[in-house]
């Protein structure tokens, strides 16, 4: 079974992977922020096939969680990362942001919050590997 793990500091947000998700087969394990994220990782021992990461979070934001996780040094690197946010956010240098800035950063898309349900699973087929 594809096993995500879902970054939101959002309770209801999370609620949402946690309802739809596993109704389509996907294990989910969640996080609130990019600091714990980074912990569930290490003490997943590569059983993480994908993530879904908000950008604004206490603690560490996806902007940083992303450039962090592709410098670790073993297959968690290449663990695949959908962003899913509101948009309009800005860098930690104030400037304006853009999906393709999270693709440059090393995500593999990008869904912009409010997000149908479909969208998810939809990246979710697409990006992470299921396995049987």
Not at 25 to 52: K, P, R
């Amino acid at each position: 079974m594809t096993k995500i793990l879902c970054v939101d500091d959002e309770p209801m947000i999370l609620k949402i992977y946690s309802r739809f998700l596993p109704r389509a087969g996907y294990e989910i394990v969640t996080a609130s922020d990019g600091t714990e994220a980074l912990q569930v990782l290490a003490e997943s021992n590569g059983s993480i096939d994908g993530i879904f990461t908000d950008d604004m979070m206490p603690q560490m934001r996806g902007l940083d969680l992303i450039p962090t996780i592709r410098r670790l040094e073993d297959s968690l690197a290449q663990t695949p990362i959908v962003v899913v946010c509101t948009g309009g956010n800005k860098s930690n240098d104030g400037t304006s942001l853009t999906p393709q800035d999270y693709l440059n950063l090393g995500a593999q898309a990008f869904i912009k919050k409010p997000f149908r349900v479909d969208q998810l699973l939809e990246a979710a087929q697409t990006y992470f590997v299921k396995k049987a």
